[in-house]
């Protein structure tokens, strides 16, 4: 099954259409635009003109069959497929850098076998990631750009291929959106953009009846980590931690003190993103450290 960009939303939102419904497990083919909605091809186009309405599409909704208030809905990223151009961008009072900037500045940046040409003498291997993936919230809408307990745009480097992401469901079908596809980008996404590029993402969609974290969980070869998004940095930190432990303490024969002192000595705590409406961390923690690895 595939959904082509042409059904976006730019919310996550339980009052949206569904673009298609699925039976689980699925594996489904889901084309996005970049974040400027494939607005910025060329050096001539202006970020002056660009339609700031059309920012962020996510592809979708997918409406999961059976999936309810109270499920964790599994989502594996099989495969990441970019396009052979991208572009960044920086902004007068945008990013953490805003104020040192003027205008609006931006880079078509060429990418072939795995490498960003950003400059000459300057090559990025790529590190293909999803920026925006997420359900429906169970209150009001959320626009696509800022994250939360839903998801939405994390901005998190491990979303990559192979990663595993599990999103507490809020609603009737779950309603899985996704887009803002980077070839490559810095934890923390400083000047508020990564190298935004078109993709094809093949995902594997189940579903875990009856029981969910208050907020997403990415699993992949070597970890588990908690992901918050909050209005703070500093209150990201205190809850991803928070969640972390509980998250540890469920799944070790530990004792508590020690549970908290492992996760001093072998835990990590990173920064997502610290330029959306909400600012995301993660608390990574090594799977071989964990009695019960799984979710
Ligand atoms: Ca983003
Ligand atoms: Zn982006």
């Given at each position: 099954?595939?959904?082509?960009?042409?059904?976006?939303?730019?919310?996550?939102?339980?009052?949206?259409?569904?673009?298609?419904?699925?039976?689980?497990?699925?594996?489904?083919?889901?084309?996005?635009?970049?974040?400027?909605?494939?607005?910025?091809?060329?050096?001539?186009?202006?970020?002056?003109?660009?339609?700031?309405?059309?920012?962020?599409?996510?592809?979708?909704?997918?409406?999961?069959?059976?999936?309810e208030a109270g499920?964790?809905?599994?989502?594996?990223?099989?495969?990441?497929?970019?396009?052979?151009?991208?572009?960044?961008?920086?902004?007068?009072?945008?990013?953490?850098?805003?104020?040192?900037?003027?205008?609006?500045?931006?880079?078509?940046?060429?990418?072939?076998?795995?490498?960003?040409?950003?400059?000459?003498?300057?090559?990025?291997?790529?590190?293909?990631?999803?920026?925006?993936?997420?359900?429906?919230?169970?209150?009001?809408?959320?626009?696509?750009?800022?994250?939360?307990?839903?998801?939405?745009?994390?901005?998190?480097?491990?979303?990559?291929?192979?990663?595993?992401?599990?999103?507490?469901?809020?609603t009737e079908g779950?309603?899985?959106?996704?887009?803002?596809?980077?070839?490559?980008?810095?934890?923390?996404?400083?000047?508020?953009?990564?190298?935004?590029?078109?993709?094809?993402?093949?995902?594997?969609?189940?579903?875990?009846?009856?029981?969910?974290?208050?907020?997403?969980?990415?699993?992949?070869?070597?970890?588990?980590?908690?992901?918050?998004?909050?209005?703070?940095?500093?209150?990201?930190?205190?809850?991803?931690?928070?969640?972390?432990?509980?998250?540890?303490?469920?799944?070790?024969?530990?004792?508590?003190?020690?549970?908290?002192?492992?996760?001093?000595?072998?835990?990590?705590?990173?920064?997502?993103?610290?330029?959306?409406?909400?600012?995301?961390?993660?608390?990574?923690?090594?799977?071989?450290?964990?009695?019960?690895?799984?979710?």
């Open positions: 099954m595939k959904i082509t960009n042409e059904s976006v939303v730019f919310s996550f939102s339980k009052k949206n259409e569904a673009a298609v419904c699925v039976d689980v497990p699925a594996t489904i083919e889901v084309e996005t635009k970049d974040c400027f909605s494939n607005q910025l091809c060329s050096p001539e186009d202006r970020m002056e003109q660009l339609d700031w309405d059309k920012t962020n599409p996510a592809t979708g909704p997918i409406y999961i069959n059976g999936a499920d964790t809905l599994k989502v594996t990223v099989n495969k990441i497929k970019i396009a052979e151009q991208g572009v960044a961008c920086c902004l007068e009072g945008e990013g953490v850098l805003g104020h040192r900037i003027k205008g609006a500045h931006t880079k078509i940046v060429q990418v072939k076998e795995g490498v960003a040409h950003f400059a000459q003498g300057i090559e990025i291997p790529v590190n293909t990631m999803i920026g925006v993936i997420g359900v429906a919230p169970e209150g009001e809408p959320v626009n696509a750009g800022t994250p939360g307990r839903h998801g939405g745009n994390m901005d998190n480097t491990m979303i990559t291929e192979g990663a595993v992401l599990y999103f507490p469901v809020a779950a309603l899985l959106a996704l887009g803002d596809v980077h070839a490559v980008m810095g934890d923390g996404e400083i000047g508020v953009s990564g190298l935004e590029i078109p993709a094809e993402v093949s995902l594997t969609i189940e579903l875990i009846k009856g029981r969910q974290y208050a907020y997403p969980i990415l699993e992949n070869d070597e970890s588990f980590s908690v992901i918050v998004s909050k209005p703070t940095v500093d209150e990201a930190v205190i809850r991803a931690t928070e969640l972390m432990y509980d998250f540890l303490t469920e799944r070790s024969e530990l004792s508590d003190t020690d549970v908290v002192m492992l996760m001093s000595l072998a835990g990590n705590l990173q920064i997502c993103q610290v330029v959306d409406p909400e600012k995301t961390v993660r608390f990574v923690f090594p799977k071989v450290y964990i009695d019960r690895a799984e979710f």
